[in-house]
C-alpha cells in the first residue's frame, strides 16, 4: 500500500512538474555547444511556459540555423494567411554541401534496376509537428528538438550518416490562432479547472486551417497549398521515418504506432507492421526512463492513406503517430491528476530521441526495406492485369484537369492523349481523358487512388473507408487489362506547365446573344462574374439548338448587355475577359429562331445574383462549413458572408437571397430566430441545409423533411461483453461512396449528362423520400454501395431513400442535402449540386416542392 501510494505521489509530482529550464526536456550525458541559442535565449520564456506562437518558432528555426553549421533553414511555401511553412534540414555539414546528391541516390530506391549502396546512405527521418493546430505540444516540442539535434555535441558523428527534416508546424494558421487563445486567457496562477475559458476554446478552434478543413486527411487529395508544399518535401526526400505528432483526449496517456493491426489497409506490406512494432520498442524503453505511461496496438488503424501517419505506409517509408494527452491549455485536471503542458512537451520530445535511436541503429534495414519495396512492386505491377487506368469527362475538361494534378502531386506519371479513343464502348476525348500507367514505382497509391473495395478484415475505421477518386470527381473510367496505346496515341504530361486550358468567346461580337453551357464545373464562376457586371443573365430550362445544329442543354446560361450600356466590342471584351478567367466557352447565337425553344421563350428565365449568407459558429459543423466557403471563396470567387447564428435575429436578412447551413446543431438559434428565418424563406429566400440542419428546420415546422430509423439494437439474452465496443462501432458509416440517380430534367440537374452520380456520406442520417415524386431530384438506388463499408443494418435508411429533396415555403425553398456535395474539397463531382442550388433554387417551380 505504501508502494502504491510513494508511486501515485511521484507521477502527480512529475505530472505537475513545470520546466524551470531546459534541463527539464533534455536527456542526460549530452554536453551542448554554448553557440547555439536556447528557446529562452531567443523567445524570452523556457519552452512550456507559454503557447508558442508561429512568429516565435519560426524567429527560433531560423535563429537555430544562422548559429548551426549542421543545420539550413528553407521556407518551403506559404498558408492561406501568407504565414511561412517552414523547414529544417539537419545533417553533417559534409552532407549539407551534398544535398542533391543525397536526394538522387535516394531517387534511386524506386529503380528496381538501379545500383544503390544501401549500406552507406544516410537515413532520413522527417518530423512533422502539429498538423492540428490546437495539438501545440509538437510544435513545442519541436523546439526542443531544434536546439538539441542542432547544438548535442555527442550527436555529430551519428549526423554523418543521418539527415533529419524537421517541420516545426504543418498547419501554421490554426496554430497561431490556437496560441493567441490559451495565451491571452491564461493566468499566472493556474487551477487546471476543466471549466476554466482558457481550456474551452471558441469555435471554429484552432485544430484546422484557415478554411477549417483538417489537414491529417488531405496528404493525399491535396487541396490546400499546406499540403502540397508538404507533399513536395517527402517525395523529394523520400524519408524512411515519418513522425506525425498529436493530440488526444486529457484522459488519456501517450500513443505510439502501431495501431490495430486488422485495421491495416491491405495495399501495405505486412513487413511496414513489423518495422514499425520494431521501432515501437525504442519508444517503450525511453518512455520507460522517465514513467511516462503509454500503449499501442488499439485505437488508431493505419487504412486511410490521406493522414500523415499513413501516407508513407504505402511508398517505402515507416509513418508513425504519436498521440500524447492535451492539457489543452497550460494546466488540466485528467483522471491521472494534474496535466501539465511541460510534462506533454517532454513527452513528444521524448519519443523524438526514441525515433531518432531507431533510425541510427535501423540505418541499414530501413534503406534496404525502401529498396525492397519497390523491387517488389515491379513483380506486382507485371502480374497484374491492370496496366492502365484511363480516366476523363466528355463534357468537361476542369474535373479531369484537377484529378491528373492531383496525381502530378504524389510523383506519379500522367498521360495526355493525342486522339479520341473508346475502349469498351465508352469514348475519351483528348481534350478531357487522361491515362495514368500502373507500371509505376507508385503502383500501390496508384491502386489505392482507383480501387473499389466493400469488403474489409475489420468492420471499425478511424477515418473513411472509400476514396475512389475517379467516382470522386464524377468521371468515365476504365482499368485497362493491356497496353493497348503506342507512344504515337499519348503524351506524358509536364507537370510543370500543366495548366487548365483558358476559356474563349466562340464566334465574332455584335451577336443576337451569347450561350454558356453549364456543364463546365466552372460555369457557375462564370455565372456569377457575369450578372456582377451587369449584364441580363438568363437560364434555359429546356433545350434549344441553333440553325447551325449545335443543342444546348437545360441550365444552358444565356447572356445580354442588359444594363451594363456597354457597345458590342467592349461587351465582347468583357465576355472574353470572364471566359478566360473562369477557364469556359461561351457561344456567340447569331439568331432568336432557335429549335426547341426560341430565346424569348417562358422557359427562359432571369437569374438574380446570388447574395449569400453561410450561418456559422455555435453548434454548426466548422469542417462542412468551412467546405462550402472554400468552394464559394477559393473556387468560385464568390462573395459570401460568414454569419453567427447569434446574429440572426438582429440581422437584416433582407440583403440575402440564399441561406446556407451546414450540418450541426442549431438549437441555440431559439423561437424568434427560428420565424425569422421562415419568414425570410416565404418570401422567397433559397435555404439549402444539411443533415442536422434538416432535422432543426422540420421541429421547427419551417421545411418539410422527415427521416428514416433503422433498427441496430444489439438483440439477444447475453453477449459478450468485450464484444461491445467492435458491435456497436461498426454500425457507424464512416465515410462510403454510394450511388444515386439523378434527374437531369430538374434545376438541381442542370449541367450533369448522366443519371447515374456517385455520393459521399459519412454518417447514419437518412432522409426518406418525399411524397411529391417532383421533389426528389436525387434518389439512391436500389443496390446503393459502390465503395467502402456499409453495416447491413443501416442498408434499409439508404436503399431508394433521398439524397436531395426540396421543400417549398411560400414563395421560397429549401434544398435538404442528406450527404455532403462537398467533401473535404475533393469530391469535385458533387460540387455542382450545391451551386445548382445557389443559382437556381430561385426557379424551381412551387408546384414541383409542395
Request: no cysteine.
Amino acid at each position: 500500500m505504501k508502494k502504491y501510494t510513494l508511486a501515485v505521489l511521484l507521477a502527480l509530482l512529475t505530472t505537475l512538474t513545470f520546466a524551470q529550464d531546459l534541463s527539464y526536456y533534455l536527456p542526460k550525458g549530452y554536453t551542448y555547444n554554448p553557440a547555439i541559442p536556447t528557446p529562452k535565449q531567443v523567445l524570452g520564456y523556457e519552452v512550456g511556459e507559454w503557447h508558442v506562437t508561429h512568429d516565435q518558432l519560426v524567429m527560433y528555426m531560423k535563429a537555430v540555423a544562422e548559429a548551426s553549421d549542421r543545420v539550413i533553414f528553407e521556407e518551403t511555401g506559404r498558408s492561406y494567411e501568407k504565414r511561412p511553412q517552414t523547414l529544417l534540414t539537419i545533417t553533417s555539414p559534409a552532407n549539407l554541401t551534398k544535398l542533391d546528391q543525397i536526394k538522387a541516390d535516394r531517387a534511386k530506391l524506386r529503380d528496381p534496376s538501379a545500383t544503390v549502396d544501401v549500406q552507406n546512405m544516410p537515413v532520413v527521418m522527417y518530423m512533422g509537428y502539429s498538423v492540428h493546430g490546437n495539438e501545440p505540444s509538437g510544435a513545442n516540442a519541436a523546439l526542443v528538438a531544434a536546439y538539441h539535434f542542432a547544438a548535442a555535441n555527442e550527436i555529430a558523428s551519428d549526423l554523418e550518416s543521418m539527415v533529419l527534416l524537421l517541420d516545426p508546424a504543418i498547419n501554421p494558421d490554426g496554430l497561431n490562432r490556437f496560441a493567441s487563445w490559451v495565451n491571452s486567457h491564461k493566468a499566472y496562477n493556474l487551477n487546471g479547472d476543466p471549466a476554466q475559458r482558457e481550456l474551452n476554446e471558441a469555435w471554429p478552434r484552432g485544430r484546422t486551417n484557415h478554411y477549417w478543413f483538417d489537414l491529417n486527411r488531405d496528404w493525399l487529395p491535396v487541396q490546400h497549398p499546406e499540403s502540397r508544399n508538404r507533399v513536395k518535401v517527402f517525395q523529394a526526400w523520400l524519408p524512411n521515418i515519418h513522425l506525425d505528432f498529436h493530440e488526444m483526449g486529457t484522459n488519456s496517456t501517450f500513443f505510439f504506432q502501431p495501431g490495430v493491426p486488422a485495421r491495416m489497409h491491405p495495399l501495405t506490406p505486412a513487413k511496414n507492421f513489423e518495422l514499425t512494432e520494431k521501432i515501437g520498442t525504442y519508444h517503450a524503453k525511453a518512455l520507460d526512463q522517465i514513467g511516462s505511461l503509454y500503449y499501442n496496438q488499439e485505437n488508431y488503424d493505419d487504412f486511410y492513406y490521406g493522414k500523415g501517419s499513413t501516407y508513407p505506409d504505402v511508398q517505402g517509408s515507416i509513418g508513425i503517430l504519436f498521440e500524447q494527452a492535451s492539457s489543452r491549455g497550460h494546466l488540466a485536471e485528467s483522471v491521472n491528476g494534474m496535466l501539465s503542458f511541460p510534462f506533454t512537451i517532454r513527452n513528444q520530445f521524448t519519443a523524438n530521441l526514441s525515433s531518432f535511436q531507431a533510425a541510427k541503429e535501423m540505418r541499414v534495414e530501413l534503406n534496404q526495406w525502401m529498396k525492397d519495396f519497390y523491387t517488389e512492386i515491379k513483380k506486382e505491377t507485371d502480374a497484374d492485369a491492370n496496366k492502365a487506368y484511363i480516366f476523363g469527362a466528355k463534357d468537361d475538361d476542369a474535373r479531369s484537369f484537377h484529378l491528373a494534378d492531383l496525381i502530378l502531386q504524389h510523383d506519379i506519371k500522367v498521360f495526355a492523349l493525342n486522339e479520341d479513343i473508346t475502349v469498351n464502348g465508352q469514348q475519351f476525348k483528348k481534350e478531357t481523358s487522361y491515362i495514368v500507367p500502373a507500371d509505376q514505382p507508385q503502383y500501390r497509391l496508384i491502386k489505392a487512388m482507383f480501387e473499389t473495395r466493400t469488403t474489409f478484415q475489420d468492420s471499425l475505421f478511424y477515418d473513411i473507408s472509400a476514396w475512389t477518386y475517379p467516382m470522386a470527381f464524377h468521371l468515365d473510367f476504365i482499368a485497362l487489362n493491356s497496353k493497348i496505346l503506342n507512344l504515337a496515341s499519348v503524351q506524358q504530361v509536364d507537370k510543370a506547365n500543366f495548366n487548365l486550358s483558358p476559356g474563349k468567346v466562340v464566334g465574332s461580337s455584335g451577336a443576337y446573344q451569347y450561350a454558356m453551357e453549364w456543364t463546365d464545373y466552372y460555369s457557375p464562376k462564370a455565372a456569377y462574374q457575369l450578372l456582377k457586371a451587369g449584364f441580363l443573365v438568363r437560364v434555359a430550362n429546356k433545350e434549344f439548338s441553333t440553325p447551325e445544329g449545335k443543342t444546348f442543354g437545360r441550365g444552358t446560361i444565356l447572356i445580354d448587355k442588359g444594363e451594363s450600356r456597354l457597345d458590342n466590342q467592349a461587351f465582347f471584351a468583357k465576355l472574353q475577359e470572364i471566359a478566360q478567367f473562369a477557364h469556359v466557352d461561351i457561344h456567340a447565337i447569331t439568331t432568336g429562331y432557335t429549335g426547341g425553344a426560341n430565346l424569348g421563350s417562358t422557359f427562359i428565365v432571369p437569374l438574380k445574383t446570388p447574395q449569400i449568407a453561410l450561418l456559422v459558429d455555435g453548434g454548426v459543423d466548422s469542417g462542412e462549413a468551412g467546405e462550402i466557403w472554400h468552394l464559394l471563396d477559393q473556387r468560385m470567387q464568390m462573395p459570401v458572408t460568414l454569419l453567427p447564428v447569434g446574429s440572426v435575429a438582429m440581422a437584416n436578412l433582407d440583403r440575402y437571397n440564399v441561406i446556407l447551413m451546414a450540418d450541426g446543431s442549431y438549437n441555440s438559434l431559439g423561437k424568434s430566430s427560428a420565424e425569422k428565418l421562415k419568414e425570410w424563406t416565404t418570401k422567397g429566400g433559397t435555404l439549402v441545409a444539411k443533415g442536422g440542419a434538416l432535422r432543426w428546420l422540420a421541429q421547427n415546422e419551417i421545411g418539410n423533411f422527415t427521416f428514416r430509423k433503422v433498427e441496430n439494437d444489439e438483440k439477444g439474452i447475453q453477449k459478450s461483453y468485450a464484444d461491445f465496443e467492435n458491435a456497436t462501432g461498426a454500425k457507424g458509416t464512416f465515410g462510403a461512396i454510394f450511388k444515386a440517380n439523378l434527374d437531369l430534367t430538374h434545376p438541381i440537374g442542370y449541367g450533369y449528362t448522366q443519371k447515374e452520380i456517385y455520393t459521399f456520406r459519412n454518417d447514419n442520417f437518412f432522409m426518406e423520400v418525399s411524397p411529391n415524386p417532383y421533389a426528389n431530384p436525387l434518389v439512391y438506388t436500389e443496390s446503393p454501395l459502390a465503395s467502402g463499408y456499409l453495416h447491413p443494418s443501416n442498408l434499409p435508411g439508404i436503399q431508394n431513400g433521398s439524397v436531395i429533396r426540396i421543400s417549398g415555403v411560400g414563395q421560397g425553398r429549401i434544398i435538404g442535402f442528406a450527404d455532403n456535395p462537398n467533401f473535404r474539397a475533393f469530391w469535385f463531382g458533387t460540387n455542382k449540386l450545391f451551386m445548382n442550388s445557389i443559382f437556381f433554387g430561385q426557379v424551381i417551380d412551387s408546384g414541383t416542392a409542395r
